[in-house]
């Protein structure tokens, strides 16, 4: 065999070898190959069809973004648990809450020396208000560094060398001379700071106690307050009070505790009812009533009116703005509610309207309902083709 005839034969075997080896690894390919596309086929299927279900599920309910939602202007209110009559109605006044105003009245004479801040202007608490000083401020400051040193030695004397009476009368003297500055309405900081730095004596800061809005501010640089007159009113207006006079026959079953109905301009909160006087004024035969409101998430301001509307759970039915209502395609009345899977159109009947509201019944206490953007909401749902369904 010569070597050409060899190699040409070994040629032949090692294609033959390569052959099989690609034989080898191919056909476990294409075995599995068709089942496994078919496998991954059905489950995509699957899905296919669990989604499409889902999709069917709430095909009802309009999905809308958090951006979509702003760029809407939709708005959403939670109903009242309470139901009402649009004739069982007040006028009421927006008061400041006496529960989250402070006075700041100093009882002893002060000056003046300088402004911090102006009226209106929305302060933090522990911020400088007025710089305030005078002869009466520097003799109070005075008497307490005296009187805090005199107690400090005092106290440190064994029993033996001071008795007892004279400890009391020092300890007595700090304390007075140290409620005399809080009556200045100085803090426990500044007050102990005067025995580190009794060069400050004569002026203090004072600050604002709590957050809120500046009111009522009449003070004037130069100007000498007397001891007790207001400088300045506090008043946090996150929490109002509303004002209204009842006939005797409105107030009739009212109780503290019971939710009414507060509406300024477009705006309706619900309140609760914390007072009543149970006296009838002598010239306009009216009832003092007191409902307290959370106005953190719409700036209202005291001294605005307002209309309350008060419980009536015999004939009544839940307050909405003319901007909830809708026509659905069979010119019915409907409002939109916001539930998990997004907003769904409820049918309702509208009982009686005026002055811009509407007392309507077939929609449960306690849900969230579109107030505004509700128009956008009907004509999305107009385009879906959806039917509407009670809950």
């Given at each position: 065999m010569?070597i050409q005839h060899?190699d040409k034969k070994?040629?032949?075997?090692?294609?033959?070898v390569i052959?099989i080896?690609v034989s080898?690894?191919y056909?476990?390919?294409?075995?599995?190959?068709?089942?496994h596309n078919?496998a991954?086929?059905?489950?995509q299927?699957?899905?296919?069809?669990?989604?499409n279900e889902i999709t069917d599920?709430h095909?009802?309910a309009?999905?809308?973004?958090?951006r979509q939602?702003?760029?809407?202007g939709i708005e959403v209110?939670s109903?009242?648990?309470?139901t009402f009559?649009?004739?069982d109605?007040?006028?009421?006044t927006l008061?400041?809450?006496?529960d989250h105003?402070?006075?700041?009245a100093p009882?002893l004479d002060v000056?003046?020396?300088?402004?911090h801040?102006?009226?209106g202007q929305l302060?933090?608490?522990?911020?400088?208000?007025l710089?305030?000083g005078?002869?009466?401020?520097a003799?109070a400051?005075a008497?307490y560094?005296?009187?805090a040193?005199?107690?400090?030695?005092?106290?440190?004397?064994?029993?033996?060398t001071?008795?007892?009476?004279?400890?009391?009368v020092?300890?007595v003297?700090?304390?007075l001379?140290r409620?005399?500055?809080e009556?200045?309405?100085?803090?426990a900081?500044?007050?102990?700071?005067?025995?580190?730095?009794?060069?400050s004596i004569g002026?203090?800061?004072?600050?604002?106690p709590i957050?809120?809005r500046?009111?009522?501010?009449?003070a004037m640089i130069g100007?000498?307050s007397?001891?007790?007159?207001?400088?300045?009113?506090?008043t946090?207006e996150?929490?109002?009070w509303?004002?209204a006079?009842?006939?005797?026959h409105?107030?009739a079953?009212?109780?503290?505790?019971?939710?009414?109905?507060v509406?300024?301009?477009?705006i309706?909160?619900?309140?609760?009812?914390?007072g009543?006087?149970h006296?009838?004024?002598?010239?306009t035969?009216?009832?003092?009533v007191l409902?307290?409101?959370?106005?953190s998430?719409?700036?209202l301001?005291?001294?605005?009116?307002?209309?309350l509307y008060l419980?009536?759970s015999?004939?009544?039915g839940?307050?909405?703005?003319?901007?909830?209502?809708?026509?659905s395609s069979?010119g019915?009345w409907?409002v939109?509610i916001?539930?998990?899977?997004g907003?769904?159109?409820v049918?309702v009947?509208?009982?009686e309207?005026?002055r811009g509201i509407?007392?309507?019944k077939?929609?449960?206490?306690?849900v969230h309902?579109v107030?505004s953007?509700?128009?956008?909401?009907?004509?999305e749902?107009?385009?879906?083709?959806f039917?509407?369904?009670n809950h």
């Open positions: 010569n060899l070994l040629s032949k075997r090692s294609l033959t052959a080896l080898i690894c056909i476990p390919q294409v075995l599995a190959g068709p089942g078919h991954e086929k059905v489950q299927n699957d899905r296919i069809t669990q989604q599920e095909s009802n309009l999905v809308l973004t958090e939602q702003q760029m809407a209110m109903l009242s648990s309470s009559n649009l004739d109605v007040a006028t009421a008061i400041v809450d006496r105003t402070v006075t700041l009882q000056r003046v020396l300088k402004r801040v102006v009226p302060v933090n608490k522990n911020q400088v208000l710089t305030l005078g002869a009466a401020v003799q400051q008497d560094i005296t009187a040193a005199e107690w400090n030695r005092v106290k440190q004397m064994s029993k033996n001071v008795s007892e009476s004279r400890r009391l020092a300890k003297q700090a304390e001379t409620a005399n500055l009556a200045l309405s100085m803090t900081l500044q007050i102990n700071q005067l025995i580190t730095k009794p060069e002026r203090y800061q004072l600050l604002a957050n809120g500046v009111q009522q501010d009449v100007q000498v007397a001891g007790g007159r207001p400088l300045m009113q506090l946090d996150s929490h109002l509303v004002e006079q009842l006939s005797a409105q107030a079953g009212i109780n503290n505790g019971d939710k009414a109905l509406r300024v301009n477009e309706s909160i619900e309140g609760t009812i914390i009543r006087s006296e009838l004024d002598l010239v035969r009216t009832e003092q409902v307290s409101i959370d106005n998430e719409y700036g301001h005291a001294g605005q009116f307002a209309e419980p009536n015999l004939d009544g839940v307050v909405l703005p003319d901007s909830a209502l809708t026509r069979d019915h409907q939109f916001q539930e998990d899977d907003f769904e159109a049918e009947e509208v009982i309207s005026q509407n007392m309507v077939g929609i449960e206490p306690r309902v107030i953007g509700a128009f956008l909401l009907a004509s749902l107009a385009k879906a083709g039917d509407i369904h």
